[in-house]
């Protein structure tokens, strides 16, 4: 719990004790300097952030955190009302927020579970993020890779090879039909087989199949 306040660290440690299943041991760290020394070591299940921390602000300090690494979920839990703070402060932070005022021990209890819950759905889904764009990637490879095989089989083979729209305009034509025909294989594209080689009986042919 990060607060510059002793007495307040001692009352959310006596609220805590109100939970039935009281399973935390809460730290305290009295300011801002402290926590950046401290919390960045990442051996925190969850952090407790008051805002006002005298001469920094709790969400300045979730911020560096967050940056540098930490991975914790945090709770920006406070005496300052939510809707006072200045939005720009929130806008940049990951936390959880909860009122100092009224709170009771399962309410802070069951906060810090859902926290610690959030942020584990969060880190399995990036991994799965992850997993999927890894395989993504390496799928990418292989097409590539078969691309280019085919690529080199169609200039490659002895038969003459070309791709035609259902209209008959040439899409491309490999480099054995462009010779046989003297041109390069670029001057086909878009034209219209038929109009390069006029033959009603093929023409007949092509449409009827």
Request: proline share 4%.
């Amino acid at each position: 719990m990060v607060d510059d306040d002793e007495e307040d660290y001692l009352i959310t440690k006596s609220i805590l004790k109100g939970d039935p299943k009281n399973q935390f041991n809460l730290i305290w760290v009295p300011s801002f300097q402290e926590a950046l020394r401290t919390i960045s070591l990442n051996q925190y299940d969850a952090i407790l952030v008051d805002y006002d921390l005298g001469e920094s602000y709790g969400t300045d300090l979730i911020e560096v955190l967050q940056k540098s690494g930490c991975a914790a979920p945090f709770i920006i839990h406070t005496g300052t009302l939510e809707d006072t703070i200045p939005p720009e402060r929130m806008k940049n932070t990951q936390a959880e927020f909860l009122s100092k005022h009224n709170v009771t021990g399962p309410l802070l209890a069951q906060t810090i579970r859902y926290a610690i819950e959030r942020k584990k759905i969060e880190d399995e889904l990036l991994a799965v993020q992850d997993l999927l764009e890894q395989r993504v990637k390496e799928r990418t490879g292989e097409l590539e890779t078969a691309n280019k095989l085919l690529e080199t089989l169609f200039n490659s083979v002895d038969f003459l090879i070309a791709y035609l729209d259902t209209d008959f305009n040439f899409i491309r034509v490999n480099e054995n039909y462009a010779r046989a025909n003297g041109h390069a294989p670029v001057y086909f594209r878009g034209k219209n087989h038929f109009d390069l080689y006029p033959n009603p009986e093929n023409e007949a042919i092509f449409r009827r199949t």
